[in-house]
């Protein structure tokens, strides 16, 4: 959008898209100051350097929030020039500026999901490290038990790397396919539980398993639910300071 004031802010002209962009029709914005599009949502000293900026006569470009008709916030990318009349005198000002508001909240999203898989991947690559620092000092018949939770760790590892890269494809249309599959959810269970037991020993926890005796099996996806109960069992684990934790399944 694309809009001109004069040298109190006053806007002057603006243009369809600036329309479109603020839901303000030119007669509703036409003679109102500028900077009231800008008020409650922005940084004062961010608004104080760019009108110092403009006032020395340069162009100014930024990241700003503007104001819809109704009062909606949007984000906006700025960019303001002086215009300057036949003899050079800056007699005022032209703006032109893009909605990012979609581009921020995609940021968003990667951010959280950026967070997302380092709290998932840090499970794994805690308990692959805990074992392998076990098996340097294990007795020989611990090796086999040992040896078969970091299997199932780097295989869990494995597959959210997979996941992370199908999450990629998404953008694509190449999402990976849910696979909904039996499984046994006492069996996923207590390898999650087994697996977080060097954790718990070390920080003076007990972590107990209590099956459901003949729980029978369930449909669903055996990766996402192995992820569910990983990070409630690590959250568990992590943010209790003493006594116990117990991991029960039950039938309703």
Request: glycine content about 4%; aromatic content about 6%.
């Amino acid at each position: 959008g694309v809009y001109v004031t004069d040298l109190e802010d006053r806007m002057l002209i603006v243009n369809e898209a600036f329309e479109r962009q603020s839901r303000y029709s030119a007669a509703d914005i036409v003679n109102r100051n500028h900077l009231q599009l800008l008020e409650g949502y922005n940084d004062p000293i961010l608004i104080h350097q760019m009108q110092s900026t403009l006032a020395g006569g340069e162009i100014w470009s930024g990241e700003l929030v503007h104001q819809r008709k109704g009062g909606d916030p949007y984000d906006i990318q700025l960019t303001i020039a002086p215009v300057r009349d036949l003899s050079a005198q800056v007699v005022g000002y032209v703006g032109s500026q893009r909605d990012i508001t979609h581009q921020k909240e995609l940021d968003h999203l990667k951010d959280m999901f950026v967070s997302d898989v380092s709290h998932e991947l840090r499970t794994p690559t805690t308990n692959i490290r805990l074992y392998l620092e076990l098996l340097e000092d294990a007795p020989s018949e611990k090796t086999p038990k040992y040896l078969s939770v970091i299997k199932e760790q780097s295989q869990l590892l494995t597959k959210l790397v997979e996941d992370i890269l199908d999450l990629s494809r998404l953008a694509m249309a190449k999402a990976r396919k849910i696979e909904f599959e039996k499984m046994d959810l006492n069996l996923l269970a207590e390898q999650v539980v087994t697996a977080h037991l060097p954790i718990a020993d070390a920080t003076g926890l007990d972590l107990i398993f209590e099956p459901y005796p003949d729980l029978p099996t369930i449909l669903g996806d055996q990766i996402q639910m192995s992820r569910v109960i990983t990070n409630l069992v690590s959250n568990a684990v992590r943010y209790t300071q003493k006594g116990n934790v117990s991991v029960r399944t039950y039938k309703s």
